[in-house]
């Protein structure tokens, strides 16, 4: 068995040759979370839909599950939750949830158990029997995501899966993702918001204009540069006369008890003592030096940043 | 596929149209009911002591005939326009509200999709045209008296009914195909259309008939080609009307009869016609981009 239960090659989708997804190659390892970002319109639905086989791909190739995609065998161990999530009104929760069940051929012996357990998971039990056309937005979402669990899948598909939640509801689904996580199953999230991925994600790819910018371990690609904030006296002067070839950036962020704070920026996370040491020489009396993790934003638009340069640099 | 079948056949009983439908052929059915009666008693009253005349018994079964093509006429239409409004958005509806998505990303065919669809709403509507056509028999029958009341055996009404019950399942692939290839509004603007021609082309087709009017009747003939529902319709008219022991076939008196009558050609046409409609709304469906 293959270790990623997601690989596509050069897969793309035009529309009249724009927009869509272009020449997507991704590798998604088996029982991750993968955070696949972009800005709204970058491609990241039109891949989603194509791995599921809502639109047929222009070009390339890619196996889901070891399975090609647009088969029906390859959708069987999937669950997907889109963006524009819409449910038949007439239907409540609960019948919904039966009509899923019935058509990933759930057990009939298991369903009620099964059905029941994510009613209550998604904290829907009171309003079970109640039509989808009195539910509020965040409860269609709640629905939809216990819709897109009733075959217990092994991968799961959720484009945007807080876009309609309040803070409580995105607090949840975020402990829902850790726990299915656990559980073993891969989770591919679609999303704009850098927090969301950014707090249960391990795997990340980046796709901006249809083009995949970056893809890998949060934790390395996260690693594009260090920065350290600096509480210190004396630091003004003693930061005019560094000169340290290690050291890319320097600002003022702010102070604190009557000591400045310094964010630097190094390329090299090995410079650190060096830095300490020579600011210490030159004056500055430190109190406290704290290394600052870049955040996703600061990650994707550095990799955003990086692949303009690039393709500015390939057009000269 | 029975998934899907049984999720169509609910969301038309759920959906307000349906309700309406019922409700106002309920109203129809009233009214057509008190009309037959009275018509009955009055034509009995004017053909007084006359009703044994060989005259008055062509009268009879002329007045009888029209009053039950009427009758189906209208129920026919009724039939025809809930099954293109309830049809035509089955898949393109679902596609414009995102609701296919969901489906779709399920194990499962697209071809069960149409086919669930199909049997779904064909069903209901099959259900439904078969209510509406017993109750005009059963009132012509029961309301109608010795004067209205048509020479109809069982086993033609059963017959003619199997035609008029095919008459919304034709319409149903139809409405598929539009809906598997294009939006909901440019669907059910064509089939619209199309029932239009079909009906007024009938029409041409029997004056044409009646005039012996050559290019009336091929310009019938062509719009029977584009759309068959009419000649269904008359193929039902003279399967009911036109009995073996009776000596004069009323089916050739009237606009709701068949003087142009279609061939058994026709009939194997229209199914063919039917099933190619819903082929190609398999094939459509399948290659479409959701």
Not at chain 1, 4 to 18: A, E
Not at chain 1, 85 to 111: I, M, N
Not at chain 1, 193 to 221: F, N, P
Not at chain 2, 59 to 81: E, P
Request: aromatic share 8%; glycine share 10%.
């Amino acid at each position: 068995m293959s270790d990623s239960i997601i690989q596509s090659r050069r897969l793309t989708k035009q529309y009249d040759g724009k927009a869509g997804c272009k020449n997507i190659t991704l590798d998604v390892p088996r029982g991750v979370v993968f955070g696949f970002l972009g800005p709204n319109g970058a491609g990241k639905s039109t891949f989603v839909r194509t791995m599921l086989g809502l639109i047929k791909p222009t070009s390339g190739e890619a196996v889901m599950l070891g399975l090609p995609i647009g088969s029906v065998a390859a959708r069987r161990n999937v669950g997907y939750l889109p963006e524009l999530f819409r449910y038949p009104e007439w239907l409540t929760g609960r019948q919904l949830l039966q009509t899923h069940a019935e058509l990933s051929g759930v057990p009939y012996g298991e369903r009620k158990k099964r059905i029941d357990a994510l009613l209550d998971r998604v904290g829907l039990t009171a309003s079970a029997d109640e039509k989808i056309k009195g539910y509020s937005k965040g409860m269609q979402q709640r629905i939809g995501l216990a819709a897109s669990l009733i075959s217990d899948p092994e991968l799961l598909f959720l484009d945007e899966p807080t876009s309609a939640l309040d803070p409580i509801g995105r607090k949840e689904v975020r402990e829902l993702i850790t726990e299915l996580r656990e559980q073993g199953k891969t989770i591919f999230l679609n999303s704009h918001l850098l927090s969301e991925v950014e707090s249960v994600c391990d795997h990340v790819a980046i796709i901006h204009k249809g083009e995949l910018i970056v893809q890998g371990l949060w934790r390395e690609l996260s690693d594009i540069r260090t920065t350290i904030e600096i509480m210190a006296a004396g630091m003004g002067e003693a930061m005019a006369r560094l000169d340290h070839p290690a050291v890319t950036g320097t600002e003022r962020v702010g102070a604190k008890e009557g000591k400045d704070i310094w964010r630097l920026t190094l390329d090299e996370e090995e410079a650190i003592p060096d830095v300490i040491d020579r600011l210490s020489s030159q004056g500055a009396r430190i109190y406290q030096v704290v290394r600052k993790e870049p955040g996703l934003e600061d990650v994707f638009i550095y990799w955003i940043n990086r692949k303009e340069m690039e393709r500015g640099v390939d057009r000269r | 596929m029975w998934t899907v079948a049984k999720l169509s056949f609910k969301e038309i009983l759920y959906k307000r149209i349906f309700l309406i439908t019922v409700l106002m052929s309920l109203a129809f059915l009233v009214f057509y009911g008190i009309a037959t009666y009275y018509a009955g008693g009055k034509i009995a009253e004017g053909l007084g002591s006359r009703a044994a005349d060989p005259d008055a018994i062509l009268q009879r079964q002329f007045f009888s005939s029209q009053f039950l093509g009427i009758g189906l006429y209208m129920a026919s239409i009724i039939a025809s326009l809930l099954a293109i409004l309830s049809s035509v958005g089955a898949i393109a509806g679902e596609i414009e509200s995102h609701q296919m998505d969901t489906l779709l990303a399920r194990p499962l065919h697209r071809r069960s999709v149409v086919l669930g669809k199909f049997i779904g709403l064909g069903g209901l509507l099959a259900l439904y045209a078969a209510c509406l056509f017993t109750g005009i028999i059963c009132i012509n029958r029961w309301l109608g008296g010795d004067v209205l009341q048509a020479s109809v055996s069982f086993g033609q009404a059963c017959k003619a009914g199997g035609f008029f019950v095919l008459q919304p399942l034709l319409l149903v692939s139809v409405a598929l195909l539009f809906s598997s290839t294009m939006s909901t509004i440019n669907g059910g603007v064509i089939l619209i259309i199309l029932y239009g021609i079909g009906f007024v082309g009938g029409f041409i087709e029997q004056i044409g008939g009646l005039l012996d009017n050559r290019p009336l009747v091929n310009i019938g003939i062509v719009s029977s080609l584009v759309f068959p529902l009419d000649s269904l319709f008359r193929h039902m008219t003279i399967t009911l009307f036109d009995t073996a022991d009776d000596p004069i076939s009323f089916a050739s008196q009237g606009i709701f009869g068949s003087v142009s009558a279609p061939s058994g050609l026709m009939l194997a046409y229209i199914v063919c016609y039917g099933i190619a409609a819903l082929l190609l709304a398999l094939r459509k469906f399948e290659r479409r981009d959701i």
